[in-house]
């Protein structure tokens, strides 16, 4: 009997333990739930998302000015997508007729025009849309942005990462205030780093460097500056792969397929100027309105023919190639005629570049222009100083971040280095100063005990 209401005992107590762990665990597990849900980069993507529909939204920054025919709404590629969608092809990149133009990339003037076409040209509508497009591109980099960080820094830092782009003031404001492809090209960009990583890691098949070439030749056709980065991120597989003749094989068969992507667009340039136009070809008339005889070292804006009433008649004049051609042999003629001025105007691009160029900021009757620099140089020391860190620690991948850093910026140096220039970076940068921040939280400061007598 005794030994009975002992059993019986010990099972209720049983129970009643199971029971409590059961009641105590539903919390736990539902905080963990609430962890992993806010962890999750798709839920980070969520965030960025709707934080930048808001934006838009509630700015409203889709009321874009009306003011000179609506050019702030895309500038040249507004005018572009709208020659386009009102049937005249891809031309006239200023206010009046000039003909066939390759003033830039194909890719975003495309799709623009394509929304100009379900929308409307320049209206409030298409200004949502393309907006909202943009802040798609841009949340999408909280995503490729974890997946680098998860890579090359761990679990932490990728989430503090894919956070921090989440929020960052520069990557709200390019995808909702300016109709241009910088959030598309900093996620594309983003996107091929996730891709060398991940083949750096695993045996590749010719499927794999297809699919490589393909997102470069899509980055060709969107900004074709950033072609630059392609050959450092083959050297760097070709360092890091098995060697043998495969990899020779797959570098070959990724540089073919993009050229692939690239040859229609090649094809038609050539078609309709009669010459090899590789893309773009506004080079020389951007180096001209920074390296010209008024010595400013800067963009002269009054001799940019969206601009100047005369540079856009003399423009329309000549057509776009012949200016074109005017602009370069006048460069080549400034850099003969001062070669010092011209390393000393490019050497101070390369600064502004990373601090932004002067440009007045008056509030409250005070010139905060120096503490707009100090906004701008901060990132850009918390980014390099992650990149140290990166190589001392040996962290795979520091070189193309290196690149990122070092080489990109090269083109920017001899042109005006406007800030949205940095922007396809800035995702990597914002990396490199978190990881630069969770180093420095694991550094212990061993403070002398003072003993007091």
């Not at 856009?312 to 074109?324: A, D, I, N, Y």
């Not at 100063?433 to 550094?443: D, K, N």
Request: proline share 7%.
């Amino acid at each position: 009997m005794q030994g009975g209401e002992e059993k019986n005992l010990l099972s209720v107590a049983d129970a009643s333990a199971r029971a409590s762990k059961e009641y105590s665990a539903e919390p736990a597990s539902h905080h963990q739930s609430s962890l992993s849900l806010r962890h999750s980069p798709l839920f980070i993507v969520l965030i960025a998302l709707l934080l930048r529909l808001a934006v838009i939204t509630f700015g409203p920054t889709y009321h874009i000015t009306p003011r000179r025919d609506h050019f702030q709404f895309g500038w040249e590629m507004g005018r572009i997508a709208r020659s386009i969608a009102t049937g005249n092809g891809f031309s006239s990149p200023t206010d009046l007729p000039t003909g066939p133009s390759a003033w830039g990339p194909p890719l975003y003037p495309y799709i623009l025009a394509g929304i100009f076409k379900l929308f409307g040209v320049y209206s409030h509508a298409a200004a949502w849309v393309i907006l909202a497009l943009n802040s798609i591109f841009s949340a999408l980099t909280c995503l490729t942005l974890y997946w680098i960080a998860q890579r090359m820094y761990g679990l932490a830092v990728a989430r503090a990462a894919a956070w921090t782009w989440a929020f960052f003031p520069y990557a709200i404001y390019w995808p909702t205030r300016v109709v241009w492809e910088t959030s598309l090209t900093a996620f594309l960009l983003s996107l091929a780093l996730v891709l060398a990583l991940r083949m750096a890691d695993q045996p590749l098949g010719k499927r794999d460097w297809i699919i490589f070439g393909l997102l470069w030749g899509v980055i060709a056709l969107t900004n074709t500056a950033v072609l630059s980065m392609f050959p450092f991120c083959l050297l760097w597989l070709m360092y890091r792969l098995p060697r043998d003749s495969r990899r020779f094989t797959g570098a070959a068969v990724c540089i073919l397929t993009t050229i692939l992507v690239m040859t229609p667009w090649l094809a038609r340039n050539y078609a309709t100027f009669g010459k090899f136009v590789f893309i773009r070809d506004n080079l020389p008339l951007e180096m001209h309105m920074a390296n010209n005889d008024r010595l400013t070292g800067l963009w002269t804006r009054d001799e940019h023919p969206g601009n100047d009433p005369q540079a856009m008649q003399k423009f329309q004049q000549l057509g776009e190639m012949r200016f074109m051609e005017e602009k370069q042999q006048q460069v080549r003629q400034f850099i003969v005629e001062h070669p010092v001025l011209f390393i000393g105007f490019s050497l101070e691009r390369a600064v502004y570049f990373w601090i932004a160029p002067p440009q007045a900021n008056i509030v409250a009757g005070y010139d905060l222009s120096f503490a707009r620099h100090i906004g701008f140089l901060i990132p850009a020391i918390l980014a390099f100083g992650g990149l140290w860190i990166s190589i001392r620690n040996r962290v795979k991948g520091s070189f193309l971040l290196a690149c990122f850093l070092i080489i990109y910026p090269l083109p920017y140096y001899l042109v005006n280095p406007f800030p949205r220039y940095k922007h396809p970076i800035e995702p990597e940068m914002i990396m490199l100063a978190v990881y630069l921040f969770w180093q420095a939280s694991r550094v212990q400061i061993r403070w002398p005990l003072v003993h007091k007598e």
